[in-house]
């Protein structure tokens, strides 16, 4: 079918009461371009619900989109459809009045039969609904959040998402290809037509191919196998992301019917518990980053660029996996995932039958899991990335036999769906056993629960090695192919030898213990992988990460931080895609940096005791610019995998200690702060092998202003990034001088999205206006057609600065 764009010429508002309007409109509609995150630029309050942190305190509610087109008369009689790639949540839409489709989860792909509802020849309306109302732990955002299409084509076409591809047999000399081609007869007689199939390699030339004939009957659908051969395959995998293009074109004599294509990768995944996961015969240990779905500044809206930007900078950071948590990964991230060589754990469900909040999906599940179940499916069958689906998060359930009877009904329809690839479930054991855990302590298992309540990550390991957890658990972890565990390294040389077969993941981890865990990763061909919470900071959740410090009235960390608190702050990356220190540690774990990397813990907070939760860093960034501490003690962290470093300052060396693994990869120095430079040297058998350097920011201030790329398209999904930063005369961000920042935007282009990664606060991501945090800020640029886009950027005390970036027309 002929795709179009369907994401221009929409409005948007709160929903309104009707009878409110009975004497005239009471609110106005905005225009919008899609994608459009509706809650993102509304107010955030203080709420009497101690839950709000959860959402970042943004307030839910209802929100209406609505949009008028036009139907050529040329289509009565042809199929006309319309795709929602996502809308947040609860969506029903109504054309020219009529009902004409409904989704009540919020991450599913939905296709509307728009045709028996249109006027041809004349103007047509849509309205579109969408609530968020405390229906997830994190900020969903609302509305039309991801792309939308027309579908327009013959009674007789290829079904969308109908072109299967499946690498049957995987040889260096020759690849069996099937392709399933699912065709559709919407008319009243049969049809008889030709059906070719060619595949192309990455430069455009075709590698192989077929042609047959095809009988479709009146309201069947029919589906087409091919049988192909590629011969000297180029296997698709993550340092070589390799990609084949399908076509399909359905015709009746010269006239071609309809036509579709697919990418599609060549590459084979086996796995045992010996040699763990092995992609193309090579054994693979999963780098892993858990991320949810906001992009920041642009709060839910997906655009095709922002995630291809998010998976280019996680593999940067030194990830080869994303657990998308706890939902279907969006179609744009899954592209970004393919092209640019990233495995993917992709999720179904963060609930099924038992609540985690007021009003989540578990009031739908029953009736539409196997719904959402087929089109996340149906979304991910030719992905090369995907290696895994996840069918659900820390359901608490899942220690329970009714538990175990869903997770097996949901890993059967996920292997009738696709064979080709294994089905675990993220199973938190000490969430499995929550209602027991007095039985628990009485048994004499638990006896040290109490106690290990100021470690949060001590007790959920402790609780979920017992034999109460293994017991409970083991039927719903019988049902998949990989045991996924959230926060149980425990568990991992223990089911080694109570459960040979098991082969696991760790679905969720602390950030804080990555070394211990990554160790236990590398010692076990059983245990596949790690995946932290989380790569990327996000809304919501808001300051599980923070760092924390003891007092009297609260000598144990609290959970949720109160308003105007933002952020989670416990991503490897933060919200604009800066390293945080954590993320350079996890790169030496990993083994992927031999440099050493210095982080300088705040001074303020020199001699306080650290309170924070398991997924909280230190407060340490990589700075050198503290004004007003001259002559006051800081303690600076350095982390390396090497013998010992030794830590430098304005060429006066202060000793050298011990690091690499045997002490977690890090050490301390207590110094004075004194203004300067200051220089990590890593050493391994007394050989210089990296060092690091952290300046002060000296002199006069200024405003740098750099866009990511020159040039951007004016393709509906492509951005420009820019960022800026506070820095002295040779670059050194300045972290201590704090300002406003102005953006204008003329030209090209409009502004989508204005931030920073500070943790809390009331700015709004909508506004012109930004306060920059540790020196920096992120502006995100949407282009409106070709020509120059022009962005001005001025803050007090600096001289304003100009850049320009152009926008050309599609390729």
Wanted: proline share 6%; charged share 25%; glycine share 10%.
């Amino acid at each position: 079918m002929i795709r179009t764009s369907f994401n221009d010429g929409w409005q948007t508002r709160r929903k309104v009461n009707p009878f409110a309007e009975l004497s005239g409109p009471v609110a106005p509609f905005t225009p919008v371009t899609l994608p459009h995150d509706a809650m993102i630029g509304q107010d955030r309050v203080a709420p009497d619900d101690p839950e709000g942190g959860a959402g970042a305190y943004f307030t839910g509610g209802v929100f209406e989109y609505r949009k008028t087109f036009a139907v050529p008369e040329e289509l009565r009689g042809r199929r006309v459809q319309l795709v929602f790639e996502g809308v947040h949540r609860d969506a029903t839409v109504h054309i020219n009045g009529a009902y004409a489709g409904q989704r009540p989860y919020g991450y599913s792909q939905f296709i509307v039969d728009a045709d028996p509802f249109l006027r041809y020849g004349e103007d047509n309306e849509i309205r579109v609904e969408a609530r968020a109302h405390q229906d997830a732990r994190w900020y969903t955002g609302a509305g039309i959040y991801r792309d939308t299409w027309m579908l327009t084509g013959d009674v007789v076409r290829v079904v969308p998402d109908g072109i299967r591809v499946t690498a049957l047999e995987v040889e260096d000399d020759l690849a069996v290809v099937e392709v399933a081609t699912l065709l559709r007869n919407d008319s009243i007689a049969p049809r008889t037509l030709d059906l070719a199939v060619t595949v192309r390699d990455a430069d455009g030339g075709a590698v192989t191919g077929d042609a047959v004939k095809v009988t479709v009957p009146p309201g069947e659908d029919v589906t087409v196998r091919s049988r192909l051969y590629l011969r000297e395959p180029r296997r698709w995998d993550v340092d070589d992301p390799y990609l084949y293009d399908c076509r399909v074109v359905l015709g009746e004599g010269d006239t071609v019917v309809d036509q579709d294509g697919t990418r599609f990768g060549v590459r084979a995944l086996q796995l045992d518990p010996v040699r763990g996961l092995r992609v193309n015969g090579r054994t693979v240990k999963l780098r892993g980053a858990c991320v949810h779905h906001d992009n920041g500044p642009l709060g839910a809206a997906t655009y095709s660029y922002a995630e291809e930007r998010r998976v280019r900078l996680l593999k940067e950071a030194g990830f080869n996996a994303i657990r998308m948590a706890h939902h279907p990964m969006s179609r744009a991230m899954l592209d970004a995932c393919d092209r640019l060589g990233m495995f993917v754990v992709d999720e179904t469900f963060d609930v099924w039958t038992s609540a985690k909040t007021g009003f989540d999906y578990s009031l739908h599940f029953p009736e539409w899991w196997e719904r959402d179940v087929e089109a996340m499916v149906a979304k991910d069958y030719n992905r090369p990335s995907v290696i895994m689906y996840s069918i659900g998060n820390e359901i608490p359930e899942a220690g329970s036999p009714s538990g175990a009877v869903w997770g097996r009904r949901i890993a059967e329809k996920v292997r009738a769906l696709d064979g080709t690839r294994y089905v675990t479930n993220a199973v938190n054991g000490f969430l499995a056993v929550m209602s027991d855990l007095a039985a628990l302590r009485q048994g004499g298992e638990g006896a040290g629960v109490n106690s290990q309540m100021a470690d949060a990550a001590d007790m959920i390991n402790h609780v979920s090695a017992s034999g109460l957890v293994t017991a409970r658990t083991a039927e719903s972890f019988s049902v998949l192919d990989v045991a996924g565990m959230n926060y149980a390294d425990s568990r991992y040389a223990l089911d080694r030898d109570l459960f040979p077969n098991r082969i696991i993941l760790g679905t969720e981890t602390f950030p804080t213990r990555i070394d211990r865990t990554w160790q236990l990763v590398r010692e076990h061909g059983h245990v596949i992988g790690d995946f932290t919470w989380t790569g990327w900071d996000y809304l919501g959740e808001v300051g599980i990460g923070r760092p924390q410090f003891a007092t009297p009235d609260n000598p144990r960390p609290v959970h949720t931080a109160p308003f105007p608190h933002l952020l989670a702050g416990c991503g490897d990356l933060d919200i604009t895609g800066h390293r945080r220190p954590v993320s350079y540690y996890r790169e030496i774990v990993f083994g992927l940096r031999a440099e050493p990397y210095i982080a300088v813990r705040r001074p303020e907070h020199h001699g306080l005791t650290p309170v924070g939760g398991p997924w909280a860093w230190s407060d340490a960034i990589a700075s050198w610019t503290w004004p007003g501490w001259e002559g006051k003690p800081i303690t600076v962290e350095v982390y390396a995998d090497a013998d010992d470093v030794e830590l430098i300052g304005n060429g006066n060396s202060f000793g050298r200690r011990p690091v690499g693994a045997g002490h977690r990869f890090r050490t301390e120095f207590d110094l004075v702060y004194v203004p300067g430079e200051l220089v990590a040297v890593a050493y391994r058998d007394g050989v210089e092998i990296g060092r690091d350097t952290l300046r002060w920011a000296n002199g006069p201030l200024r405003l740098a202003v750099e866009a990511e790329r020159p040039v951007v398209r004016a393709d509906g999904g492509d951005l420009a990034y820019v960022a800026l930063e506070l820095t002295d005369e040779a670059g050194t961000v300045h972290t201590a001088a704090d300002r406003v920042v102005r953006v204008e935007v003329s030209g090209a282009g409009e502004l989508i999205g204005f931030g920073s990664a500070v943790p809390a606060g009331e700015e709004r991501f909508d506004a012109s206006e930004r306060r920059t945090y540790e020196g920096r800020a992120l502006a995100v640029v949407r282009p409106t057609g070709t020509g120059k886009i022009r962005v001005l950027a001025s803050a007090p005390g600096c001289e304003p600065v100009e850049i320009v970036v152009t926008v050309e027309a599609t390729r």
